[in-house]
């Protein structure tokens, strides 16, 4: 594992206690980060924070502007700054046809995937501002680029997500404080086999690597978009795809 220097900052990764959000969390502790966890997982989150330190724990509903608000406060007050977020957070498809699209499902994803990616953007960049430095990085998804059938709402959602990303960034110019976003096709977490047997089919089916990809895989691209060396970029969509992505 290549070594990258995160020592002295302080991260926030939504959806922190599982799947990519953990796996980010245990490299960025071994690259010197302290981490808050954000994650309505609450027993995982007590359960992880006493295996590891340097962890903290916080219970949020990235989908509830008071809950996002109060955490971004509090995590700043107890670490004294917030340098980087990670928007992990997130829900997986409803296999089903536009015209057959359940509108509570419809909404679900909408509002977790992309709605909640704005609300902890909107919470911690005034943190990030007083220092005049942060590093954001936000979870799409191959399928935001490529709009595959029957995905409709989650193909939405992290489309949604590349384009606030693209807003943001260039909102922030100014300082430093970069965001970009990462775009993995599938990957082996508890979400992607909470799936229909369908939809796993049909996602690793449509990786030319003819796999998986691997939660460590998405954290060491993440944990360098995270760096001070990800200095240059911004706005930037980065792929992770198995060789899937077309553009």
Known sequence: ???IDLQGRVAVITGGASGIGLETALRFLSSGARVALWDLN?????????QNSGLSFYRVDVNDDQSVDAAAAATANDFGRIDILVNSAGVGNIRHTVA???VDGWRRIIDINLTG???????????MLQTNYGRIINISSVAGKEGPQFASAYAASKAGVIGLTKSLAKELLDTDIRVNTITPAAVETALFHEMSEESQKASKGRIPLGRLGQPAEVAAMI????????????????????GKATY
Request: charged fraction near 15%; aromatic fraction near 14%; proline fraction near 4%.
């Open 1 to 3: 594992m290549n070594s």
């Open 42 to 50: 609450e027993d995982q989150g007590r359960k992880l924070i006493g």
């Open 100 to 102: 057959g699209y359940p």
């Open 117 to 127: 990616t704005f609300l902890c953007c909107r919470a911690v960049v005034p943190y």
């Open 223 to 242: 944990a360098w978009l995270a760096s001070e060396e990800c200095s240059f970029s911004t706005g930037a969509v980065f792929d992770l795809s198995g």
